[in-house]
């Protein structure tokens, strides 16, 4: 399954990357586990209504399931992988993003792991917030109970074990971004580290 459109001519495989039949599975530190009985999701910054979700609610509002080719900054691509759950255009018709809005972090579980991107990318037709891998709840290594999916950026960008989402003015540099990754992270452009953005 081809992730281009009709109007974009990319390869579907982007420069530098190999595919892989695994899914690897990499993180700053250890593997988080967050009890889904407890697991809540804060929706917060510049919005109009702030929400904390429970997984329960986040089950109930699940309404996408995509099928999409992956890739990670160290340079494997995983094609047609099945995900399901919270398309983020649910989320934002929800909490009502203000036009102050520009770009959303996220905070997770691992130690205060953060990314951020541009708000125009959570509202990309394959972004989500993914509850499944390949029709099973997400397990503690890919993420779970929550991680976003944003297939258009390098996979870092996807992160794990979600526990925050702050609407933000301005942009701010994330765990990896302040390490020196790229913080725009787009694969076909090889955006890797910052000195390609």
Same mark, same amino acid.
């Given at each position: 399954?081809?992730?281009?459109?009709?109007?974009?001519?990319?390869?579907?495989?982007?420069?530098?990357?190999?595919?892989?039949?695994?899914?690897?599975?990499?993180?700053?530190?250890?593997?988080?586990?967050?009890?889904?009985?407890?697991?809540?999701?804060?929706?917060?910054?510049?919005?109009?209504?702030?929400? &904390?979700?429970?997984?329960?609610?986040?089950?109930?509002?699940?309404?996408?399931?995509?099928?999409?080719? &992956?890739?990670?900054?160290?340079?494997?691509?995983k094609f047609d992988t099945k995900w399901s759950g919270l398309s983020f255009k649910k989320l934002l018709s929800i909490v009502k993003p203000k036009i102050s809005a520009n770009y959303v972090e996220f905070y997770c579980a691992d130690g205060g792991f953060t990314t951020t991107v541009p708000l125009q990318k959570i509202k990309s037709e394959t972004a989500m917030l993914a509850l499944k891998y390949d029709g099973v709840a997400l397990g503690d290594k890919h993420g779970g109970p929550v991680r976003a999916l944003i297939p258009e950026l390098y996979f870092y960008k996807s992160a794990k074990w979600v526990l925050k989402i702050t609407f933000l003015k301005e942009d701010r540099l994330g765990y990896w971004e302040k390490g020196g990754y790229s913080n725009k992270a787009d694969p076909w452009r090889e955006q890797r580290y910052s000195h390609d953005d």
């Open positions: 399954m081809e992730n281009n459109t009709e109007n974009d001519k990319r390869p579907r495989l982007p420069p530098g990357q190999h595919l892989t039949d695994r899914f690897p599975v990499l993180q700053k530190g250890r593997v988080a586990h967050i009890e889904r009985e407890v697991y809540t999701l804060e929706a917060t910054g510049e919005v109009e209504n702030p929400r &904390i979700f429970t997984l329960d609610e986040l089950k109930e509002l699940q309404d996408e399931e995509q099928i999409v080719d &992956i890739h990670c900054v160290t340079s494997w691509s």
